[in-house]
């Protein structure tokens, strides 16, 4: 049995530093976000606080709120990233992530990182053997297979001696640090191969492998997107989430958008296995070096159709704004317990239809069944779907979950949206 049948049989639901701090994240950033989330969302379910990437570079953010081109990394003498001690103190004398693991999971919550695939190119250039071996990272490394948007890493070839055994020392360490979730990037879509997106096929594999050997169940997340439906079976095979997006912000062009997204993902929703329509860009985000961020572009009722359609095609739930900023709507947004035990709960969502103007999907929770209405349009539109097929036509109650209001209905739900909002009901 894989180790992924043991993790995040419902989809996850937790913190990711990225949409706010980019590369840049510190330890008390980290675990400030993580004690808000004790506080005032693990009841609701929320539990893992995810560091993004470039915890290992020293002068991340330091100029701009991107990635600094072949800069030193903080690395151990296997080619093993280390976190840098400036920006987290307790990983000083090799202690890496552990000691913010610790704190974590004293509160009751799970900790993950991201990784880019393969090597350092600083493990390649120092003459860095892989734990255990007398092989070099250089022989491991693939210097043809590069990430297009960082210059951090080699993909590692999965058919050179040591590369199994890299992966493996990788995630023995993130295994003792107490990593309970691996975001890992540059492996669902390799941007820098368009006719070959999936290249990493292989290096996806070898981590398979990895956390399996590791001792300690992970949660295993492909990044960046989009995802190659043709290969829908072997993410299912050996990862928990994937991304079936490139990255997703503020946009309502990209939140129209996902819904053709999910169209498209909707049969491959599964205990395990989870199509990620990426972070939820809400709250404050994009903070730079000064501390000055900005808030959602979205409305409120582009938050209430995100939130909605996350929820009923069950994607995992990963919040990308400085969790400390929140506001009164953002944090009922995020605490809809309704709409959490459909998404937590839920089965094989089903898209009832879609239009240019209007979209309408399905799901079941308990038996439960739950109908979203969207609006797509940019004035204010009556949306209505015909459940007849699904539940019968005998009058029953529906109870909307953002206002709590009831109607009775006979096989269809109707509502008047806003523009580009939604709506959703259980019917009881």
Not at 268 to 290: E, K, N, S, T, Y
Not at 345 to 352: E, I
Not at 412 to 421: M, T
Request: charged share 20%.
């Amino acid at each position: 049995m894989y180790e992924k049948d043991k993790a995040a049989l419902t989809p996850p639901l937790g913190w990711n530093s990225w949409d706010c701090y980019g590369p840049a994240v510190t330890e008390e950033q980290l675990l400030g976000n993580a004690r808000y989330m004790a506080e005032h969302l693990k009841p609701h379910g929320y539990e893992y606080v995810v560091c993004d990437i470039q915890w290992f570079e020293p002068l991340a953010g330091k100029f701009h709120w991107n990635y600094n081109a072949f800069t030193p990394l903080v690395m151990d003498a296997h080619g093993r990233l280390q976190p840098d001690p400036v920006r987290f103190p307790s990983s000083a004398n090799g202690a890496g992530f552990a000691p913010i693991a610790e704190q974590i999971h004293a509160m009751g919550l799970k900790f993950g990182i991201h990784i880019l695939r393969g090597v350092p190119r600083q493990a390649v250039y120092s003459d860095c053997k892989v734990l255990g071996t007398d092989i070099p990272c250089h022989d491991i490394a693939h210097p043809n297979s590069i990430c297009a948007w960082n210059t951090d890493m080699y993909g590692v070839d999965a058919t050179k001696p040591g590369a199994a055994e890299y992966y493996e020392s990788l995630f023995r360490l993130y295994a003792e640090w107490g990593v309970d979730f691996v975001k890992v990037d540059d492996i669902c879509n390799i941007k820098a191969t368009p006719l070959e997106p999936y290249s990493a096929e292989k290096e996806i594999e070898l981590i398979r492998r990895a956390i399996d050997r590791c001792g300690r169940p992970m949660v295993f997340s492909l990044s960046p997107g989009p995802a190659i439906i043709e290969k829908a079976w072997h993410m299912a095979k050996h990862a928990n989430m994937w991304r079936i997006t490139d990255d997703f912000w503020d946009d309502w062009s990209l939140l129209r958008e996902m819904f053709w997204r999910c169209e498209m993902w909707q049969a491959h929703v599964a205990p395990g296995q989870f199509p990620d329509c990426d972070m939820l860009p809400i709250g404050l985000i994009r903070v730079a070096a000064d501390g000055k961020g900005q808030y959602t572009r979205f409305t409120h009722d582009e938050q209430i159709t995100m939130m909605t359609l996350w929820g009923v095609f069950r994607s995992p739930l990963i919040i990308g704004g400085e969790l400390r900023a929140n506001d009164d709507f953002t944090l009922r947004l995020l605490t809809n317990d309704a709409l959490l035990h459909l998404n937590q709960h839920g089965g094989v969502p089903f898209q009832l239809f879609r239009d240019e103007n209007k979209a309408a999907w399905l799901n079941f929770a308990d038996g439960v069944p739950y109908a979203a209405l969207f609006n797509l349009s940019d004035d204010t539109a009556e949306v209505s779907a015909d459940l007849t097929e699904f539940v019968g036509s005998e009058p029953c109650e529906a109870e909307e979950l953002w206002t709590n209001a009831r109607q009775t209905v006979s096989g269809k739900v109707s509502a008047s949206l806003p523009p580009h909002g939604a709506a959703i009901f259980r019917l009881i």
